[in-house]
């Protein structure tokens, strides 16, 4: 009894984990264990061996038990040491810098055309992206027979075959949100309109799904005047430079009288895009006073009220302000381009902050 005892409290002692353990146990003291196979041995002993033995084997067993409990103890604690040893954490350290998603320069040029107009007064309105012809169309003066229906590349909704309404259609651009708006605050109103406009073409300057922002300031006595000055100043402000070259350029569209397209001197050099320099225009924006039609569409009186109105390609003074050359790349989803052009999440334009820093 004295060489098991001294054996297996031994070997428990130099058990270096569990399983080793579990192993010693079932040696010792499970069913077919030295211990085990001892107490059997009791049956065949006189009654006064056995009084003797009986006890101090289970002494032997309840001190193997005990010695395993422990070891098991000291094994769990020790695991736990290591593991809060090897898991420390610093949590004084600077957090590390993980860039992660940024702003698409459509969402910062947004945020930046938003932060001049509102200096300026402009709420923004909104409008939905899904139009019936009417809002498109029709309450801008464009009739069914006008041409600017088929120059605008319309993408039609398709009706049920027995459905004779006429479709829905991807807004061609934001100006029936100036009938919304019209019919929804009356006059005097000053607005501005972001979003998405749909238009079937495609080249380095064109996509199918697009930008525009809306303008519309509807008061007694506004003129082409204060149409001119907003455009100048909201240029400055935005391309962040003291001049920058504008063309006004006589126009038509059926919902302004008079009107004018508005380009900015740029040039390509080099394939790279760049603003008030060089010998080449860009189109960004067609403008004018809005006609008189196009107030009684919106429930305003035309003899009492009158306005200007223009409409701004964002994705245009995207690529103009930050040099690049290529529209269809904005919505390519190419993680390189928007790592490239995007802008950190944190820096909100404001007039007061920078727009683009
Ligand atoms: N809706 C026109 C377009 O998409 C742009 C436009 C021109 C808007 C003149 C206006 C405006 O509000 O007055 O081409």
Redesign the pocket.
């Known amino acids: 009894m004295d060489d098991l005892r001294e054996k297996y409290i031994s070997l428990i002692a130099e058990a270096a984990d569990e399983a080793t353990l579990e192993d010693l146990r079932v040696q010792a003291v499970g069913k077919k264990g030295e211990v085990s196979l001892q107490m059997r041995e009791l049956g065949r002993m006189s009654p006064e061996e056995r009084q003797v033995a009986g006890p101090a084997l289970n002494a032997l067993k309840d001190e193997i038990n005990s010695a395993l409990a422990a070891k098991k103890q000291a094994l769990g604690d020790a695991a736990l040491d290591e593991r809060l040893r090897s898991e420390w954490l610093d949590v004084t350290l600077p957090a590390r810098i993980r860039r992660q998603g940024t702003i698409h320069p459509v969402s910062q040029v947004t945020e930046e055309v938003t932060a001049v107009f509102a200096d300026m007064g402009f709420a923004v309105a909104e409008g939905p992206q899904i139009e019936s012809d009417w809002y498109n169309f029709d309450a801008l003066n464009i009739p069914g027979h006008h041409p600017a229906r088929a120059e605008m590349d319309t993408f039609y909704m398709a009706r049920a075959k027995d459905d004779d309404r006429p479709p829905h259609v991807l807004r061609?651009?934001?100006?029936p949100v100036?009938i919304r708006s019209m019919q929804e605050h009356g006059a005097p109103i000053r607005i501005i309109a972001p979003g998405r406009?749909y238009r079937a073409d495609y080249d380095q300057t064109h996509t199918p799904m697009f930008h525009?922002v809306?303008?519309?300031a509807i008061d007694r006595d506004i003129s082409m005047a204060n149409l001119k000055w907003c455009l100048e100043e909201f240029v400055k402000a935005f391309f962040e430079v003291d001049d920058v070259e504008l063309r006004f350029r006589a126009s038509h569209?059926p919902?302004?009288e008079p009107?004018a397209e508005v380009d900015i001197r740029c040039s390509w050099e080099g394939g790279t895009l760049k603003v008030g320099e060089g010998d080449d225009w860009l189109e960004i924006?067609?403008?004018?006073m809005?006609h008189p039609k196009v107030l009684e569409a919106g429930k305003i009186d035309p003899n009492e009220w009158q306005g200007?109105?223009?409409?701004l390609g964002i994705d245009r003074i995207a690529m103009l302000k930050y040099g690049i050359p290529d529209l269809r790349a904005f919505f390519d989803s190419d993680l390189r381009w928007l790592r490239h052009y995007g802008f950190a999440s944190l820096d909100v334009p404001t007039l007061h902050g920078g727009l683009s820093r």
Not at 172 to 175: I, Q
Request: aromatic content about 18%; hydrophobic content about 40%; proline content about 0%.
């Open positions: 061609t651009h934001t100006s100036q406009v525009q809306e303008g519309l569209f919902f302004t009107s924006l067609g403008s004018g809005v200007f109105a223009f409409g």
